[in-house]
C-alpha cells in the first residue's frame, strides 16, 4: 500500500513532468525517467525508444512538429525517488 509520502511524492514527479515537457527542458529528463525507461509511441506510429538519450531525441521531434499526444505513465521506486519506467503516447483524435 502506497504511504502519504508516496502518493505526494508520485504527485511531485508528475507534475515536475508536465513542467519539463512544457517547459521543453529536455536536458533534465535524468530527473524524470529510470536510465532504462521506455517511452512507447508505437500507437502513434513512431516507435518505441529505451534509454534517456533515444527518449529526448523523440521528445525533440514531437516538440519541433507541435505533437501534443495523450501520455500514460508507469513510475518505479528507485533511488529513494519515484522515476518514471515507461510512457505511452496515444494520439489524440481530432
Known amino acids: 500500500m502506497l504511504t ?3 502518493r505526494h ?3 511531485e514527479t508528475l507534475a515536475h513532468h508536465a513542467f519539463v515537457f512544457d517547459e521543453n527542458q529536455l536536458d533534465r529528463l535524468g530527473e524524470l525517467f529510470v536510465p532504462d525507461a521506455v517511452y512507447d509511441m508505437s ?3 513512431m516507435g518505441t525508444y529505451q534509454g534517456i538519450a533515444a527518449i529526448g531525441a523523440a521528445a525533440a521531434a514531437l516538440s519541433e512538429n507541435g505533437h ?5 505513465l508507469a513510475l518505479r521506486h528507485q533511488d529513494g525517488r519515484w522515476l518514471i519506467s515507461r510512457r505511452v503516447i496515444t494520439p489524440v483524435e481530432a
Open 4 to 6: 502519504i509520502e508516496d
Open 68 to 72: 501534443a499526444p495523450r501520455t500514460h
Open 43 to 45: 500507437a502513434a506510429g
Open 9 to 11: 511524492d508520485i504527485a
